[in-house]
């Protein structure tokens, strides 16, 4: 632990505060998470009060702490940042033990900068709804005023025109963009260049062997963080293209999350990504998943129910089911289900996705979708799925109750 705070009548240190879910120090916007480490042992934290531009917020330490090895504890807690001035602004915190003695965290300073029409509109809904400023560790849907905000996303009351459903690559952007409104996804009229694929799957095979990146030889993982470990791989994330598209979809500058690698096909059971990557307002969040072969028939294939988008989202406070732990994802069979009873009483139909390599489909955050069965064990189905926010909404994981991990990209 570095710059530790010591409390020797207490044999407690506590560490500096980060922030937990921002690759940029100097690029603070929406939700974020603030941790900190507090390292010994007594026998009751007490409490734990957080001031943060002009406000105090006292939690339970029940509410922002858990065990992270035998002697350490991490401290966890979060800033809608939507509610206050842009500008420089300081977070403090202090545990209040149950003896009366109290240990401080040094203070953090933070440059926050929420612009845009979007994020001013999610600001004016958060203080209508009276969110909180300062909350505990857990980030539920609850906080936000789905339903009853005036921040809606453009395209999800938009005139839709009748196009015909097609897998090509579109003429171009304004088509892409038609036809993602339609059917809910869309295949961009650029492709990545095969010099750039080449490089990635090069790269990742060696990160593999050596260790970089973690995968079991012939199973269908995915493989987490692609992007932080091979250039390719983040030159992909940064692909003006994609960038430039989805910029103009949001209308406002997108926000890469996170970059999930296959080898192999998911097999993934049908999903909407909003229960797991999950934006306030509804709308924006967009997957894109790029091949990066040529896909054959029974390697695990891509499919999708086209049109399925306009079916609404699903959040985890709907089907009573608790956040995920420990990676156990077990309880979450109610949200398949809740998904096949859609699919069923709808009508929708499953297409399965067999693109050339290059090839990028990017879908709203209610596309169903998933992975098909591998009935061929020795093809290969190599693809990279990112997952892009607005910039001015708020980004969270509603299944873990965790603030979304979000970068601003500069086109590269």
Known sequence: MINTNEAAFLELSATNLQIANRADPKDMFGLLSVKGYVVGQVDDYGTLT????????????????????????????????????????????????????????????????????????VS?????????????????????????????????????????LSFEPANDATAAQKHLLRWGFCVLHEQLPSDLIENFNRDLASAIAVGDLQYRAGSSDRIHGAHRKIPAARAVWLYPPVIDFLESFFKDTPCACQTLTYVNGSEQDAHQDSIHLTPYPSGFMCGVWIALQDIEADSGELF?????????????????????????????????????????????EKVVYRPKAGQILVWHENLIHGGSPRADQSRSR????????????VGFYDSRGEAAALETLAKM
């Not at 943060?52 to 509410?63: E, V």
Request: include cysteine.
């Open 50 to 121: 957080v001031e943060f531009a002009g406000h105090t917020c006292t939690l339970p330490a029940a509410q922002v702490m858990w065990p992270q090895s035998e002697n350490t504890r991490c401290v966890e807690f979060h800033l809608l940042t939507h509610l206050i001035p842009n500008g420089v602004h300081e977070v403090s915190a202090k545990l209040n033990l149950a003896d009366g003695q109290q240990l401080d965290f040094p203070p953090l300073s933070l440059n926050i900068s929420n612009d845009g029409p979007l994020a001013h509109q």
């Open 124 to 164: 004016e809904d958060l203080r209508a709804f009276n969110a909180p400023l300062i909350t505990g560790r857990i980030i539920d849907s609850s906080l936000f005023p789905y339903g009853n905000g005036t921040a809606r996303a453009w395209f999800n009351d938009a005139t839709v025109e009748d196009v015909d």
């Open 304 to 348: 999708v129910y086209p049109g399925s988008h306009r079916s609404g989202s699903i959040r985890a406070r709907d089907l009573g089911v608790g956040k995920i732990v420990n990676e156990d994802y077990s309880p979450y069979h109610v949200f398949a289900t809740a998904i096949e009873n859609i699919i069923e009483q709808e009508g929708y």
């Open 382 to 393: 190599l693809s990279v799925v990112s997952h892009y926010y607005a910039k001015g909404s």
